[in-house]
């Protein structure tokens, strides 16, 4: 009876993972006509074609499906072999970083297999966001981290790829003539640069941007721009208030878009008139690290396209 080449099955594996024969190749380290050739050669082991044409692209046959599962299990039995015989028996603790999205989903998968691989290895989970999972491994507090940054000066592997998506609300229709509303994740995130690049590159100029999180108030600066107004929830000393799993809005939140801005369709009055509210509910609530103190900066450019929008929806409806 034949024996598979493990090579070409990891080939056919990752041509399944990168969804194309050249992201596989771009992953192997080979070529794409090598790529092609390792599937011809598989295909004439088996006797069954692996792939079909569908347009462009090409998809995995009935047969081929049946192979990819067997060349995943084929492939973790080799690869955990391997590692259990080279690596000996670990001991000790090793301490690994992971962002929260990953740390329900991907972290599970791969603390299984170091499990089983060096069952005497005490694994030590620090969750967190990205960028500061990073610096602790710099600073050699964490041993290892899944990021979704890369660094030249750290060695690391590709676990899995993701699209960048924009979500939105199913009744959002987007109007050109209207400010572009955004909500942003708190601290320093790559996404922040990712969305000003895509809006950049769309023409798409005026923005209204609310960051209405913890620690918020370090985004002034880096948000702002004569197209954009940006408010956030506190200064760049300062946390926010009413943060927390159990609470719908921050006193930002309820203040500023619950209360004021039903007031009002101007954002410069609307934030006015709720940053003293914030700051008497703060009391109230015994905020003990000192008024959060919102912020504020609207851009010149976008100033006049706001109040074209404020007088436009201030008029009674015929």
Not at 20 to 48: C, N, P, W, Y
Not at 203 to 212: C, D, H, K, M, Q
Not at 298 to 303: A, D, P, S, W, Y
């Amino acid at each position: 009876m034949k024996t598979l080449d493990l090579e070409l099955l990891r080939s056919l594996v990752a041509i399944d993972e990168q969804d194309s024969f050249a992201g596989a190749a771009v992953q192997l380290g080979k070529t794409q006509s090598a790529v092609t050739q390792q599937m011809q050669r598989l295909e004439d082991q088996i006797g069954h074609a692996l792939f079909e044409k569908q347009g462009r692209s090409k998809r995995l046959t009935p047969h081929g499906q049946k192979l990819l599962e067997y060349a995943r299990h084929l492939l973790a039995i080799n690869d955990d072999a391997l590692r259990s015989l080279q690596q000996g028996s670990l001991e000790g603790v090793l301490r690994i970083g992971a962002p929260h999205d990953v740390a329900d989903n991907l972290l599970p998968t791969l603390l299984a297999q170091v499990a089983r691989v060096s069952p005497l290895l005490q694994l030590d989970i620090h969750v967190g966001r990205s960028p500061f999972l990073m610096e602790s491994l710099k600073r050699g507090e964490i041993d290892m981290s899944i990021s979704n940054r890369n660094d030249p000066g750290l060695d690391g592997v590709v676990l899995r790829t993701s699209p960048t998506v924009w979500l939105c609300s199913a009744n959002y229709v987007h109007d050109r003539s209207k400010p572009v509303p955004l909500i942003l994740v708190e601290g320093p995130s790559v996404y922040h640069r990712l969305a000003r690049e895509a809006l950049d590159a769309a023409g798409i100029r005026n923005r209204v941007i609310a960051v209405s999180a913890c620690f918020s108030g370090g985004w002034i600066e880096p948000l702002s721009d004569d197209h954009t107004l940006v408010m956030t929830a506190a200064d760049a000393t300062h946390t926010s208030y009413g943060c927390g799993r159990l609470s719908e809005l921050t006193f930002f939140g309820r203040a500023m878009w619950s209360e004021q801005l039903r007031e009002t369709h101007s954002f410069e009055r609307a934030f006015a008139a709720a940053v003293p509210l914030i700051k008497k509910r703060e009391e109230e609530a015994g905020k003990d690290d000192g008024f959060s103190n919102p912020q504020i900066r609207v851009g010149e450019k976008i100033r006049p396209v706001l109040r074209a929008l404020e007088a436009r929806l201030e008029k009674p409806a015929p």
